[in-house]
């Protein structure tokens, strides 16, 4: 057993193109590493192979070449970019959605999340629909829905890139707190430096398309990350080190 | 919707009738004065009142055949536009003879229904069946097109099964589109039992009205025009109160839109 609950070796995914043309490399040899109960930022250039990354390791497509290994259960519990909640459930229902479809009774399912509820800020809101629900409350219940399944992983993708500016610095604060108190491994794929530097124990700096990981950096700013955390002098160190990765030739 | 909205939203209409119907009434009192061309609508209610037996006895038929026809449609519609969600191949071949069948002239196959199936019901029944299946089949399979392929991918990253997405995504996702095509196709439904028994019935609506314009009753055709009208309005309100009833998380989803 390796000391790391997510890992990747040597990843490659490469896609067919139509009239023999070279298939397309996405992905050139990818190693990750996610230790158990660590949060993992993934930060790179946009179209750099991100969701074809975010697809194999939540089981949607195979890789051509490589290792995926996920401890535990071994399956990811995947949060995608749009809340994708049912307009047509209620809060309650959009939560138990994964346990649902793992074969659990709706019954037993909503007994299961409903201590949840208060944790997510939405107590009261079980039995509203996703229309009655501000951007961030919308995004806490994705979340909500994500963690219910239960699984070793969370695999969460810019979960709150489509949220206004005061919003998604509330959500990282609560983020950092909720996590403190659960020890979720999770995977988070963002564009922002600035959340990844605040919420993750260690940042992958992918190259642009075919992706691998150009740089690991250790994220140590002390636990519990609050507010303060902002001002702190290594946090800015941190984030102009990963700005200037991301911006220089290094990435390449 | 509160009664205060509904009033709000029914004076218009029902005034804008109101009026009309005062002139059609004093243009058959003191210019037309004739009944045979044109009855007042004083002539027609009275006369559709005093014939209101007759009326009833023939408009059971025509509603049951509307009724059977719509189930029958009904079913179809809906194994038709799931198979096509299900097979792109079963799509490619059904989708252009659907709207093939949309093209039929119903006048000009009802009596060869008659010649086919008989007086009875069943022709009736069929024709009605085409005149709405197409509306209610191409919502269907639109509103299943429609569903979002990252809900989609969310799912199969759960582990769901073909059949459970297709539980838990599309069926709810293509009701509005359904009940679009819903309303189309109700205001077919009766006018098309009506059509079907023109071209020879026992009883119905449709043979009543052929038979009064035979006698010259214009007042009676009137009444059982309105008769009609009536039916399908009512049915196409029906769908209204369907459509709140099964998808109850639309008025959020409106209001949300409007900006709350």
Redesign the interface.
Known sequence: MSEFLLETKGLTHEYARPGGAEPLAVLDGLDLQVREGEIAALVGPSGCGKSTLL?IL???DRQTGGAVTIGGAG??A?M?Q?D?L????TIEDNAI??LE??GLKKKDAREQVRPLFAEFGLAGFEYA????LSGGMRQRVALLRTVA?QRPVLLLDEPFGALDSLTRTQMQLWLAETWQRHGWTIVLVTHDIREAVFLADSVHVLTPRPARVARRVEIELPRPRTVDTFGLPQFATLERELLGVLTSGDVG | MTPRRLIRMLWPPLLLAAVLLLGWQLLADHSIKNAEVLPSPTQIVSAGWQQRTAIWHNAMPTLRETELGFAFSFVVSWVLASAMDFSASVRRAVYPLLVASQTVPIIAIAPLFVVMFGFGIGPKVLLVALATFFPLAASLAAGFANA?G??D????????SRW?IFW??RV??A?PFFFSGLRVAITYAISGAVFAEYAGAESGLGIYLQQMQQVFRADLVFAIVAVIAVCSVALFALTYLLERWL???RK??R??KAGR
């Open positions: 697809n939540s089981g949607l399956s990811v995947y995608p749009k994708l049912f307009p047509w459930r959605l994964g479809v793992g629909y996703p229309a009655q399944m | 979002d990252d809900a991918r969310l799912l199969r990253s759960m582990g769901a459970r838990t995504v709810p996702g009701l998808t109850p998380w959020y989803e209001a949300e």
